[in-house]
């Protein structure tokens, strides 16, 4: 039997070896000896088109980007809202954006909306949020880049559960400390406080390092991170440093009808595209690049030079988060997941009369100075065709080019490299699939003190992992509104309403996605059971979200 003297001795450096561990690898919890729970990582681009990554067909380099997907499994029919903030909504929430607050963009107009709770134009509490419901579970939460989920500390990511957060509250530039609406410095939150941003700033590499700084500011406390990488590039305004701008010099002087065919071929070639299908005829492009002279084809072509290189820089930046991981050792227990928030910008806000008042004095649009900090530019709908390739449409409406975006998930040893699936998922399903990895399931009501709404969406473990090739039944109803554009989807079946016809030419629109994946044909009058069919499955999204039309 051990002396009395050498047990003490022996306690004394037991004590000393758990007392050096706990300085070391932090405090050991309950559930210590369970499996390592693994980091959530969940990367979003702004306004990045379906065909604007390597891995979906575009020419743009983007290796980090496509060594990921490949690494994992492809999502080909991920969908987003119309815009950036339902989309923000819906992936906090899990449900539908008009139930938890955002069923317009920012504060709503018509006098129907106001005082609904489905429409504050924040997030709002009727839902749990999904950083907070992490944090319960014992994660580390962290969010850089656009949260445009409420603007006041109340609302703000701190409030809804981020540990840390570094976020724009104007979202609309990328180079040095000034907003889009003239000589005024741009508002950032950090945390709490209100802060400004320097010459240096270029919104990719900040909100990156951002995130690195986080992270690595409570490495070693025993918690996994849930990270929220909320990149504001490619959106408007196009600006990047000038030798990102540089390397692209000359790629697009053939025009957007040639982007686009390269793209669509790209498409085929991976098999995102039946070998069989004709694309999307020429006649949208307005105006054709043959018209065009060659100062405005110079011009064209910049704005779109100035888009690829955002492009890169995105994926430069995010090869430098993951080479981070790897060198902390974390990067095999990550689970990864990369989408755009919807489909391409199509709009020139540098056209507007608000920029426009500012040409000439704090903006330059001359050719050379296009995508410096003093430039408001955007590339405008016939590029943003090209990247929305091979769907029709784009941002703000309800076709697939608007909706429809490049997602893939990457988790090494559990998610099958080199794999892919056209089962449809939506924004939504991301909160009941991270807290399945956190191991926790979504709480019963009352939480915090108030009734919340169940998630509508559905866990993709089964599905990423290689367990189920569905989640949902055949006939499930996915639907869609922000502004009058609307849509519903049954299977293959898609009902769109088109606001953006005249006023008195508006109607529903039927497609078969199986056989018109590009919706070209309208079957609305040749099909018209079909047609009641949808309209009832609309009435029933309408009712069950609380859409006010």
Known sequence: MM?????????????????????????IEAGAQEERRPNILFIQADDLGYADIGAFGSEIPTPNLDALAHGGMVLTSFYTSLACSPTRAMLMSGVDNHLAGLGVMGAPRREEH??????????????????????DAGYDTYMTGKWHLGNDVETGPRARGFKRSFVSLDGAAHLGPWDW??????????????????????????????????????????????????YTAPHWPLQAPAESIARFE??????????????????KELGL??????????????????????????????????????????????????????????????????????GPESGRMDLTRSIQEHVGKEYDHSLENLGSATSYVNYGRNWASASASPWNRHKATAFEGGIRVPAFVHFPGKVPAGTRSAEVVTIMDLLPTFLELAGR???????????VL??????????????????????????????????VRRGDWKLVWDRALPEGERRWQLFNL????????????????????????????????????
């Open 514 to 549: 199986a056989d018109d994946p590009f919706e070209q044909n309208d079957l609305a009058a040749a099909r018209p059971a079909v047609l009641a069919e949808m309209l009832d499955a609309w009435a029933r999204y309408v009712a069950e979200n609380g859409v006010i039309e």
């Open 273 to 342: 595209v039946p070998k069989d299908a004709e694309p999307i005829d020429d006649a949208r492009f307005e105006p054709r690049w043959s018209t065009l002279s060659a100062e405005e084809r110079r011009v064209e072509a910049r704005r779109m030079q100035i888009y690829a290189a955002m492009v890169s820089d995105l994926d430069l930046y995010v090869g430098r988060l993951i080479d981070y991981l790897k060198s902390i050792g974390e990067y095999e227990n990550t689970f990864i997941v990369f989408s755009s928030d919807n």
């Open 454 to 487: 169940r998630p509508q969406g559905t866990s993709l473990l089964p599905l990423v992992y290689g367990r189920a090739e569905g989640l949902r039944p055949a006939d499930h109803v996915f639907g869609w509104e922000l502004h009058g554009h609307r849509a």
């Open 441 to 451: 399931e979504f709480p019963r009501s009352p939480y915090r003190g108030r009734e």
């Open 250 to 267: 000359g790629w697009y002087e053939d025009g957007y009808e040639a982007l686009y065919a390269r793209r669509f071929a790209r498409q």
């Open 114 to 135: 106001k005082g609904q709770p489905g429409y504050v134009g924040y997030l709002n509490f009727r839902v749990a949020s999904l950083a907070q419901l992490l944090a």
């Open 3 to 27: 002396p009395f003297r050498n047990r003490i001795a022996s306690s004394r450096l037991v004590l000393a070896l758990l007392a050096w561990l706990s300085i070391a690898v932090g405090p």
């Open 181 to 230: 609406r003239g000589p005024q410095p741009a508002r950032y939150r950090d945390g709490d406080e209100i802060v400004h941003v320097g010459d240096d700033f270029y919104s990719t590499r900040f909100y990156t390092e951002k995130l690195i700084e986080f992270i690595e500011q409570d490495r070693g406390d025993g918690r996994p991170f849930f990270a929220w990488l909320a």
